[in-house]
């Protein structure tokens, strides 16, 4: 739920490649890769009263192939506010956050190889 409906759509297909399923004036229904995205007016009358504020909490991971390349387009090249910066994790990631319009945070992942502390907690294959 976003106060500018147009402008975060706009992001979604322009920085990581969704494509518009519908598009209201109030609504927008975007597609990636079987996944579903709906960013709304958050005064819509179909959102509750008491469930209007701005989302907070909310982090949407998007693995990618080469987080270094995309943290260069996305950080240094469109200029996207950096929240975490690049690194590798142990548990298995190389990734940063960036703040999408609308304050959604999105982690920008790409699997590396855990560390051996870290691979004994995945489950098999």
Request: a negative charge; glycine letters at 8%.
């Amino acid at each position: 739920m976003v106060d500018d409906v147009d402008t975060v759509a706009q992001f979604y297909r322009d920085v990581l490649g969704f494509d518009t399923t519908l598009e209201t004036d109030w609504y927008v229904s975007l597609r990636f890769d079987g996944g579903e995205l709906a960013i709304l007016n958050r005064t819509h009358e179909t959102i509750p009263e008491g469930f209007r504020d701005s989302v907070r909490g909310l982090l949407l991971n998007v693995e990618v192939p080469d987080a270094a390349a995309e943290h260069v387009r996305m950080v240094e090249t469109l200029g996207l506010p950096e929240r975490l910066s690049l690194r590798d994790e142990d548990f298995g990631q190389r990734h940063f956050i960036i703040e999408a319009p609308g304050g959604v945070l999105i982690d920008v992942i790409e699997p590396i190889e855990p560390s051996a502390e870290f691979s004994a907690a995945y489950a098999g294959e």
